[in-house]
């Protein structure tokens, strides 16, 4: 049985690192419509950017992914203008391949910069607290706690501000958006920061708890998709649902098959998904 | 106020406005006839940018405006109720409208004002400022359009074919309203099919065929016109 | 006088809201139908309904005495039915002539293995198909542009072009949905002696079309659509009378 | 319905000299380094022309193709080397598992909407690589299938026989498989059944109100693509004779992308320069090994920004162009659509009435 509940907490912590990269994800799906296949590689450099930072610069853990989630908003913003902006009435096939080029980039680029090999961030919260007997590293409560505050800061700007409710009406309605005067190239520059961001936060929170290395954001883009695939591509909260999903599926089912396994259980959860109901689990018909 | 002068657009060879030329009046209310593909929503979406002209020159107050973004159009103060209404169904009626001012959202004050212009014009809107937009009924959604429209003050409102697909009784309410605005001083171009209605609230109209001006004149004039039959149903 | 084409209470709601109800249309062999309707009437989803496009939501399409509803669109095609889309979708980089002998795949029986070894079958096939388009070609007026790139012809001869990809399935019945769209008026004449010129080669055909001018001279009868509802169906000349279709065009409550 | 027709038919004598050129190759050029970099040119142009296929000649991104190319490669590896299977019984056994997965992987996916289609692909195409990771008994997992025998020795009549251990003798064999594509792709595009995939390319819409079964044509074109692939993976098996896991990583699918882009997708030349240009500059960017991506990222996107049709895309727009221009009644050249930037019009409202 507690076996089980280790697996719970296991299975928030890694939701909560799917979440805030699926919502990225999923907000640019929204605005640009656009699988953005270098969204994980964007997680990569933002988990280089904290180690570097914390390691190189001694910032503490907390200015470190602030700081890293400045400069991947950046690199958000320029990606959106040098590969995206100018693809945007091309055929959708194109900004697909576009993507996949930035993504052989920025995997390269970080292999020349940093070399191949595996990295590890200090643990700054490495303490192990017990909580009603399940043993827990306080870095999987911060990670699990992190996220939802972040989630909650992200909810607040994009329902209370409205700068950021045009992210939402942009992704409602394209021409609605411009009759009302709102600036689709703003939201578009805005809506890659946000993400990156989003992104960069996760690679942080995630560092101390994973490995660092070149091509690590290869298998979460993916799970990323997955996950708003299910959720019903656009959807915020079918990202967050999503997110949790496949944390949990993947920690559970751990306890049944093989860890070698465990990264098939996504893509198995996908393929039955996608053959059941084509266009995703939550989303909405018509259209 | 709003000028076109010789406003052409095309797609390809397809010439959609050939040499339009038009004057909407400073408080007026100009209704744009003419049948399905006449080039009325054409000319509208020239007019708030999302458009560009292939000839031409578009002014507002004598500065020239086509070209501008569509953002910077609303914030010259011309803003546009679209056919099809446009509205960000997910989010609530009050959201819809906040966004509607947009563009001068800095001024808090000025957007209550507004807002509470608009709710005195459509009180129901009032009562479900909570409800998605997309739950409305079709009128009440088209109460939202025009409000969120309304709520960037401006100078000339664009109003496209908002009787569309809308129940007769709804329709007659739709026009006392827009008669309403057009008396407290805002300038009203409206393009619609359902002319003879229409005509009974504007001051002036213009009658459009294949992209082209082909009459205009005042709203008595232009209804006593066995024309204007002609335009629409080729009879 | 015998029917091609009828529906009976034919339906189609969206989310609640029904764009098309309980429409009762019939076409008879060899005429030209038009049907009209202001915008937002439902006309364009009912000719998806007809072309397989869209599932109905209730009633029955009837094609030549053949129950037809719910068939996807490729099977519809294979009954007989053609139609053209507002917007022409051609091979921007091919030759006009290159465009239309696809028209004739459905008549085809090849195989990929067929193709692959160029069997006798593939061989006649793709004799026949290129005879089709040639065909096909002098038909729609474009017999001298065969060999030139889609790209350089004109938008009224891409209208053409497009009407004449339908027409290379040899359909019986066919849809144009505005045929006149994007194209200047002046050059909708030649359009019209076209559609003339197909109903006279023993094609039904039915049109969406918001140039009234041309849908008066060219249907003998039609249909009018306001709401997803029949309003009215006749001759021009009592369409033109009609009061229904006055007020759903022009509103209420006639001033003059 | 590509220019190639065209030039197949002017051209004839260039093919011949290409032909003549390719069959003489090994003994122009000596360098048993260089001939070993053309062999895997033209191992890489065959599941190149599968892709093309799909992506140019039916408008499907499919990026599983690694995981069938994967398929290939392992089932001549798996059947030579554990079950002593002969070369000449594996190599279509491949190519016959790889079209079967490609059916089922087919029956599912085709059925989605472009960026859905795209994104399923890429997940089958890694759990085909994490089957192949992981599935230690069968593969042999990341230490991977070492020791893969090469073809067997064809007897010859006269005594003696063709030995694969030579290169040349890989070459002809690999250069075989490569005319042989290349006729079959030639063939198909220049049929009905081409013109049908093309069809579905340009608009699935119109192509089904002409009759054209959409979904079982995209299964067709899909199926054969997976084919060529898992040929060109065989291949490899016999040739390279040690197999690991990241060949069929999606990894591998992006660097096939690459190659027909800059070739020119949609175009039969196309896979082919793509794959001798891009291996040749990759070979001379020795040094650069796995940073070269540095510049093919950005190529990459220049590529589909600029020549969205590739270098042989380009030519050809390039000689119909000069053509035009010959033509005396040139038509008037349209111009561009006004359309601001970004509203054309979805789905939705063409639907809508």
Redo the contacts between chains.
């Keep these: 049985m507690e076996l089980y509940f280790q697996q719970l907490l296991n299975g928030l912590t890694l939701g909560s690192i799917y979440c805030l990269v699926a919502l990225g994800l999923t907000l640019i799906y929204g605005i640009m419509h656009i699988p953005n296949f270098a969204h994980g590689h964007l997680y990569m450099v933002g988990a280089y950017c904290v180690l570097f930072l914390c390691t190189l610069y001694g910032l503490n853990y907390w200015m470190a992914i602030l700081i890293s989630m400045v400069i991947l908003a950046v690199i958000g913003i320029i990606m959106e203008r040098l590969v995206f902006h100018p693809l945007r009435d091309s055929p959708p096939t194109n900004s697909f391949i576009a993507a996949v080029g930035a993504l052989l980039f920025l995997e390269a680029g970080a292999t020349v910069l940093w070399g191949a090999d595996y990295r590890r961030m200090p643990e700054v919260f490495d303490k192990v607290v017990n909580i009603f007997g399940i043993m827990a590293t306080q870095q999987r409560l911060v990670v699990i706690f992190s996220a939802l505050a972040l989630m909650g800061a992200l909810y607040l700007f994009m329902k209370k501000t409205l700068i950021g409710s045009t992210i939402e009406a942009m992704s409602q309605d394209r021409e609605g958006a411009f009759l009302v005067g709102i600036d689709a190239n703003m939201v578009s520059m805005m809506t890659f920061g946000v993400a990156s961001a989003l992104a960069a936060a996760a690679a942080g929170l995630a560092g101390p708890l994973f490995l660092v290395f070149p091509s690590m954001g290869g298998l979460l883009i993916i799970k990323a998709f997955v996950i708003i695939v299910l959720g019903g591509m656009g959807s915020i909260p079918g990202a967050v649902a999503g997110a949790y999903i496949l944390g949990l599926a993947e920690s559970l089912g751990a306890t049944v098959f093989p860890a070698e396994y465990k990264d098939l259980v996504a893509f198995i959860l996908l393929v039955i998904i996608l053959s059941i109901r084509p266009t995703g689990l939550f989303a909405k018909e018509g259209r | 106020m709003l000028e076109l002068e010789n406003l052409s657009?095309?797609?390809?060879?397809?010439?959609a406005l050939r040499s339009v030329s038009m004057e909407v009046r400073q408080g007026e209310l100009l209704v744009l006839l003419g049948?399905?593909?006449a080039g009325k929503t054409t000319l509208l979406k020239t007019i708030?940018?999302?458009?560009?002209?292939?000839g031409g020159v578009i002014t507002l107050q004598g500065k020239k405006i086509s070209g501008l973004?569509?953002?910077q159009?609303?914030?010259h103060g011309i803003?546009?109720?679209?056919?099809?209404?446009?509205?960000?169904?997910?989010?609530s009626v009050y959201?819809n409208l906040?966004?509607?001012a947009?563009?001068c959202?800095k001024d808090k004050k000025g957007v209550e004002k507004s807002l509470a212009y608009v709710y005195s014009l459509y009180p129901i809107l009032k009562e479900k400022e909570n409800d998605p937009a997309g739950s409305l009924s079709g009128g009440q959604q088209q109460m939202v359009a025009i409000g969120?429209?309304l709520?960037?003050r401006p100078g000339v409102l664009l109003l496209d074919?908002p009787?569309?697909?809308l129940a007769?009784l709804v329709?007659q309410q739709m026009f006392d309203t827009i008669e309403a605005i057009n008396r407290e001083g805002t300038t009203i171009l409206l393009a619609e099919?359902?002319?003879?209605?229409?005509?009974?609230i504007a001051h002036r109209a213009y009658v459009m065929e294949?992209?082209a001006v082909v009459m205009s004149g005042s709203s008595q004039d232009i209804?006593?016109?066995?024309q204007?039959?002609q335009a629409?149903?080729?009879? | 006088m015998t029917l091609i084409l009828n529906t009976e209470s034919l339906t189609k709601t969206f989310g609640g809201l029904s764009a098309v109800s309980t429409v009762d249309f019939n076409v008879q062999k060899g005429e030209i139908m038009a049907v009209i309707g202001p915008n937002g009437a439902g006309k364009s989803t009912f000719f998806n309904l007809i072309s397989g496009f869209l599932p109905p939501s209730g009633g029955r399409i009837v094609f030549s005495e053949e129950e037809i509803t719910g068939l996807p669109a490729h099977a519809v095609a294979l009954k007989g039915i053609a139609r053209t889309f507002q917007t022409t979708h051609l091979f921007p980089n091919s030759l006009v002539i290159d465009n239309l002998i696809i028209g004739n795949r459905l008549r085809t029986r090849m195989n990929f293995m067929d193709s692959i070894f160029k069997t006798s079958r593939a061989r006649r096939e793709e004799r026949e198909s290129l005879d089709n388009a040639r065909e096909i070609l002098d038909f729609v007026g474009l017999g001298e542009a065969a060999s030139r790139p889609v790209d350089s012809i004109s938008q009224e001869a891409k209208k053409r072009l497009a009407i004449g990809l339908a027409l290379a399935t040899r359909p019986r019945l066919l849809l144009l949905d505005e045929p006149a769209a994007g194209i200047n008026f002046n050059e909708t004449e030649s359009l019209m002696h076209l559609i003339n010129k197909i109903r006279d080669s023993g094609i039904t055909v039915c049109l969406i079309e918001h140039k009234m001018k041309m849908v008066m001279n060219l249907a003998d009868r039609i249909t009018v659509l306001n709401y997803g509802m029949k309003i009215a169906e006749g001759t021009p000349g009592e369409i033109q009378s009609d009061l229904r279709v006055i007020e759903a065009y022009l509103g209420g409550n006639e001033v003059a | 319905m590509t220019p190639s027709i065209n030039s197949l038919r002017s051209g004839k004598a260039i093919y011949l000299a290409l032909g003549l050129l390719a069959l003489a190759l090994p003994y122009i050029i000596t360098s048993k380094y260089l001939l070993h970099v053309v062999i895997m040119c033209y191992m890489y142009a065959i599941a190149i022309y599968g892709l093309n296929l799909i992506l140019g000649y039916t408008g499907q991104l499919s990026l599983a193709h690694a995981g069938f190319y994967g398929i290939g490669a392992y089932t001549v590896g798996i059947l030579t080397l554990k079950l002593h299977w002969s070369f000449w019984l594996a190599l279509p056994a491949a190519c016959i598992l790889a079209s079967l997965a490609g059916i089922l992987v087919g029956l599912i996916s085709l059925r989605l909407k472009s960026h859905y289609f795209t994104i399923f692909s890429l997940c089958v195409g890694l759990i085909l690589f994490l089957t192949i990771e992981h599935w230690d008994s069968l593969t042999e997992g990341v230490r991977g299938l070492i020791g893969v025998p090469p073809p067997n020795p064809i007897p010859l009549p006269g005594g003696g026989s063709i030995v694969f251990t030579d290169l040349n003798a890989q070459y002809y064999l690999v250069l075989l498989c490569l005319v042989f594509t290349i006729f079959v792709m030639n063939r198909i595009i220049n049929s009905m059944v081409g013109r049908t995939f093309m069809a579905i390319r340009n608009s699935e819409e119109l192509a089904s109100t002409i009759g054209i079964n959409v979904f079982t044509s995209k299964l067709l074109s899909f199926v054969i693509s997976a084919f060529f692939a898992g040929l060109a993976g065989a291949l490899f098996a016999g040739y390279i004779r040690f197999l690991g896991p990241p060949m069929s990583h999606p990894n591998m699918t992006f660097e096939f992308l690459l190659m027909l882009l800059i070739g020119g997708q949609g175009t039969l030349a196309g896979p082919l320069v793509g794959a001798l240009l891009v291996n040749t500059v990759t070979e001379s960017l020795q040094f650069m090994q796995s940073y070269r991506y540095v510049v093919f990222g950005p190529f990459l996107i220049l590529v589909v920004m600029f020549f969205p049709r590739g270098i042989t895309g380009g030519y050809y727009s390039l000689k119909n162009r000069i053509r035009l221009k010959k033509q005396p009644r040139a038509a008037h050249k349209e111009a561009p659509p006004v359309l601001a930037a970004d509203h054309a019009k979805t789905k939705s409202e063409e639907l809508r009435g």
Excluded: D, H, W
């Design positions: 657009v095309s797609f390809g060879s397809f010439m049948a399905n593909g708030s940018g999302l458009l560009r002209p292939s973004s569509p953002s159009i609303v914030r803003s546009q109720c679209a056919e099809g209404r446009r509205l960000f169904a997910q989010m959201k906040l966004l509607g947009y563009t959202r969120r429209a709520m960037a074919e009787s569309m697909g007769p329709v099919q359902n002319a003879y209605t229409a005509l009974k294949s992209g209804a006593g016109n066995e204007i039959r629409y149903i080729g009879a």
